[in-house]
């Protein structure tokens, strides 16, 4: 490991999650506002009869989660320390503001401690009487096999579920059914990423893995949990490849299937390569006989300074299109109203 | 066994509510000294945190049992157990405030306990963390330092400790099915769990306190 201390635009390690909040709601309070101090909430969105959706994790990824609170999206967003689950109570905080009587839905990523703390929440919760369900997102297709789909991790197609239950909530529909449609979304969302360096935490500012030149790791984790495998570091076209080769395999599309796509950044690497890859991604959708619906190219769900990238795809149906296409507007993804 | 003044509370022999907050402040003191330790530990195998997460997790915690020592032990356990939670959330908030609160309850409403019972306290804490996070001992997680030192509590705090660490030692040949290691499988191996050597840690904090009263 090296011994030199990553560089940071920070103040006190301590203090990032707070100062990161403070400097949110400063810039985008006509959207945001932060009723406890770490629970972030929609000011348009959450209203009498509409499912609450509360969205939440750890720091450290952002715009998720907190930039995907606005109306058509998540109503809140319980914000845990760096890399680490949420505590239960922004989460109750979050839902008891967003409550419109017509239940609460948590979706979150599908990590230990974000389901010990959020089903502790939802525990406290239904002793108030407020009724919480949950979906987990589970889109990593490197974090376990396909038969054991319920342990994988949920990482940037996260997006794509919190959209679709977020339109579907929107649009007054139960709990029941915005559940339902969370979990169809998660189940036909898929992700693979590349790291290519380490990242540090602002607390150590340590690298917390090594990633030698030249090398690259397929798979790893978006907190830098160990990937399926080692590789030397290729150029774009063929680590998209390899990447789509497995996702094309889990997805299982016929020709004429639609698909939308996001290709993330986790952190360092530059839009110029994102759009590279996505150049190719286009491409491998195209001679697959696939109809690109849409695209996401940025930084969506980061994994604080690492480089590299993750590409998700999302096999759409008609359901799923239109919820894609309902208009949103968080602060920091928008879809306008056709 | 040694007899002092606690205010409020006039003549209190054996394990006091204040006693049990200073042994949560030895075990803040062993985890910050060890906060970049487990941290490295953790990112071979994880994402890097745990250190972080234990130390200020038990931080708070012993400030919330401070400001609780003038009441029972029970008092004390449920007020640490509840500024854990709250102070790092992540998995060692849920496990540790549940085993906190299992402590509590074994301790009870009382302002002083025999001092004979406090391995009785470790047992509780294990048997919290196990109804928490659903683990069993082999499964490569902070479950395989707690249950041997439940176990070994009839036979004193160097057993338990004994029993922790060997636990711990363990998990280098384990293959995880829980947490967040469980998604690397064999690549763990010879890697020693970063809960389960933290667990080590608290578990000797405690004792040792335990030992010197």
Redesign the interface.
Known sequence: ?SEHLTQKLINAGADVVDEMLEGVIAAHGDKLHRPSPRSVVARHGPRSGKVALVIGG?SGHEPSFLGFVGKGLADAAAI??????????PAIDAAVTVNGGAGVLFIYGN???DV??FD?ASEMLSLDGVEARTVLTTDDIA??PRSERE?R?GVAGNVFVFKAAGAAADRMAPLAEVERIARHANARTYTLGVALSACS?P??R?P??EILPGEMEIGM?I????GMRRETLRPADAVVDEIMDAIFFEMDAKPGDSVAVLVNSLGATPLMELYILHRRVAQRVAAAGLKLHSSLVGNYCTSLEMAGASITLMHLDDELQALLEHPCDGAMFQVAGK | MRRRDVPGCGQVSGFTAADFAESLHRVAETLAAHR?EL??L????????HG??MA?GFAAAAKAASEAAGGTLAGVGNAAAKAL???????????YATALMHAAKAAGPRAAMPLAETPALIAAMAQGIVT??KAAQGERTMVDAWAPAAAAAPQGYAAMRAAAAAGAEATKAMIAT???T???GE?ALGHIDPGAASAVLVIEALTRHWESL
Do not use: I, W
């Open positions: 490991m750890g845990g320390n760096v890399f680490a689950a949420p505590p239960p109570q990590y230990a401690g010990m703390n502790m974090s376990a342990r991790r935490l607390q150590t340590r917390n893995f984790g907190h830098g949990e160990p | 970049d941290c490295r953790d990112g071979v195998v994880g994402d890097g945190d972080l997460a200020d939670l709250n102070a790092v959330g992540a998995s060692s908030g849920p496990l928490r996070g829980k947490g967040r469980s998604r690397l690549r």
